[in-house]
């Protein structure tokens, strides 16, 4: 039996919490993307400072 | 060389106009050296994928994306294999005189190459590749139909075949600005968004290395072609590449499934990819473990680099992959990389 699928490409920008450090960054990253599907293919695209914080840009494609 | 293998994570993203491997398959050179230096490199089709050009090595392993992020977060082993029976996936929307050239390169592939290939099946319905770009201007794209794609796959799964060609139709305009500029050797590949997420659906609900191809009408012949486009204009498919990378890829298992003989995540020595392209999920997940990363000079679209990430120390800088296979060759030796540069740090003194 197939499930139903389909795909949804998205662009976040999510602020870089301060105490998640980069080694912990790809499962915090799969958190947030899951809470938009299951995470099929993604990336940071940019990390930006803003107000003396920093910013993570994502493009990716998930499964809804 | 005596010492061990230094299994090693090659990665080259698709679709951010990689000035080494944004093209076809021109990352494989630097790829053969990275082999030869590390004696084990994983690495994913975008590196190895020249269309009509391709170059086989034992030390090399031809892992698809979505099973190199797995394989990198320790989710899924790589077991080697002799060979593998390759199904072949042919886009309904494919028309037939181009699908029956797909066709060819196959026979052609076990005729010629002795590969192992078969059987066919077609989709029950187009795929309808739509292709677009991220802000960053990356390549991306979905399928209209995922759930085609994936029953067609099953079907070859249950008839045998233990890895899976696709060859999806992919939209065209020969006029564009972008085409032009990546023939020209600027810009990004437009198609290797979609591509890619062809590929990662399949090996997701399969769990089979399997590997994408599209469809496309012979361009007309550019005679500014770069050299680093040349591999997808020398005939009319771009399969034969991905049936020779398939042919001897490695099994996917889950990690707890691992035997004796398995490559595995906690075995890798090192991970190696382009300064700018740190943001993936393969990379961020060897810097979990602390793979040691060798950053290489390798400009594309993104500037997602060690400060960017923060990574104040311990990452290996290259200015280029022939760089890089030094460092390779240190780390595999047991040689500290910082005694082959200058100058020489004196011991830390702890208070």
Not at chain 1, 1 to 8: H, N, S
Not at chain 2, 151 to 161: S, Y
């Amino acid at each position: 039996m197939q499930p139903e699928l389909g795909l949804q490409s998205m662009q976040l920008v999510l602020p870089w919490p301060d105490h998640i450090p980069c080694s912990a960054l790809r499962g915090w990253i799969r958190q947030q993307l899951a809470r938009h599907g299951e995470p099929l293919r993604w990336s940071i695209t940019a990390v930006e400072s803003v107000d003396q914080t920093r910013q993570l840009r994502l493009e990716a494609v998930v499964l809804q | 060389m005596t010492s061990a293998p230094l299994p090693t994570l090659m990665v080259v993203p698709t679709g951010i106009g990689c000035a080494i491997g944004g093209y076809a398959g021109d990352a494989l050179p630097s790829a053969r050296l990275l082999a030869a230096a590390s004696g084990c490199l994983i690495t994913h089709p975008n590196v190895m994928n020249g269309a009509a050009l391709y170059w086989r090595d034992p030390r090399m392993h031809y892992v698809e994306g979505y099973s190199l992020d797995r394989f990198a977060a320790a989710e899924w082993v790589l077991r080697p294999v002799r060979r593998q029976r390759i199904g072949l996936l042919l886009d309904v929307g494919i028309e037939p005189e181009l699908a029956q050239r797909q066709i060819q390169v196959a026979e052609g592939c076990s005729a010629t190459l002795g590969l192992e290939i078969g059987p066919v099946v077609q989709t029950d319905q187009p795929l309808e590749v739509q292709l677009e770009l991220g802000a960053s201007g990356a390549s991306s794209g979905r399928i209209a139909a995922p759930g085609t794609l994936l029953r067609a796959g099953e079907r070859l799964k249950q008839a045998g075949a233990t890895a899976i060609a696709v060859v999806a139709r992919f939209p065209e305009d020969p006029d564009s600005e972008a085409l032009a500029a990546y023939r020209q050797g600027s810009g990004v590949d437009a198609l290797a968004g979609a591509e890619a997420v062809i590929s990662h659906l399949l090996v997701r609900h399969l769990q089979l290395p399997c590997a994408h191809a599209p469809a496309l009408a012979p361009l007309p012949l550019d005679p500014a072609l770069d050299p680093r486009a040349a591999g997808e204009e020398l005939g009319y498919t771009f399969l034969a590449c991905v049936l020779v990378g398939l042919s001897c890829a490695p099994d996917l298992l889950p990690a707890a499934q691992a035997q004796p003989g398995d490559l595995l995540a906690q075995q890798l020595g090192a991970v190696v990819a382009p300064q700018g392209a740190l943001g993936g999920e393969a990379v961020l997940a060897c810097l979990e473990r602390g793979v040691p990363l060798i950053s290489v000079a390798n400009p594309s679209l993104l500037a997602v680099d060690q400060a960017a990430l923060g990574l104040e120390c311990g990452v290996l800088q290259a200015s280029s992959y022939s760089e890089a296979a030094g460092l390779l060759l240190a780390l595999r030796e047991g040689l500290a990389p910082a005694a082959l540069t200058r100058p020489v740090s004196p011991l830390q003194r702890l208070p």
